[in-house]
């Protein structure tokens, strides 16, 4: 989430008129807000925070601009302050490199989410779902046992095992 709020929080603050030091005020502020942790993400912790973490986290980057954008000082050193910047907490002390220009690579190389408010990962199984729904929906008494095959990543970032705590019938 580290990225997400960094990008909201530079774009926001550029978008509601803010000058190249407000900006950079507010991305300092971005840095030195801290890493989220993807526990939530991953099982046997994968829960609800998963869908809405990122809409989260873009807020707390609006918020940190509007702060910057009122006269909240940055902080020059939040990445390369010794044993407490960021590099050194989140990086073990290797610097913040970019690899590429910033520019518009990310609009045109996004991957959206077409059809489903579902985690991208899941995508495919909620088009699954849906296109065997009227073949098994008066049948579901007699289904023993669903398994799904995916790819790696879908598996590790989305994977729950038991009883979902959340079951919408």
């Known amino acids: 989430m580290l990225l997400v709020r960094i990008a909201s929080t530079a774009v926001a603050c ?8 407000e900006v950079r005020n507010a991305l300092s502020l971005a840095f030195v807000d ?19 973490a990122a809409g989260d ?49 990310v609009m045109e190389n996004v991957l959206f989410k077409i059809s489903f408010p579902a985690e991208f990962h899941a995508q495919t199984a909620v088009e699954c779902a849906l296109k065997l729904h009227n073949e098994v929906k ?22 729950k095992v038991g009883e979902l705590a959340n079951l919408a019938c």
Do not use: C
């Open 57 to 105: 986290t873009s807020a707390r980057g609006v918020n940190l601009a509007l702060k910057a954008l009122k006269g909240e000082m940055g902080y020059p050193t939040a990445l390369s302050a010794k044993f407490w910047g960021f590099e050194d907490v989140s990086m073990r002390g290797k610097k913040v490199i970019v690899n590429q220009n910033f520019g518009s690579y």
């Open 138 to 159: 008066d049948k579901l008494d007699s289904i023993e046992k669903i398994v799904i095959t995916t790819q790696e990543s879908g598996h590790r970032i989305i994977n």
């Open 34 to 52: 801290g890493l989220s942790l993807r526990t939530y993400r991953h099982a046997p912790n994968t829960g609800s925070r998963k869908s809405w």
């Open 14 to 21: 550029a978008m509601l008129g803010g000058s190249f030091e």
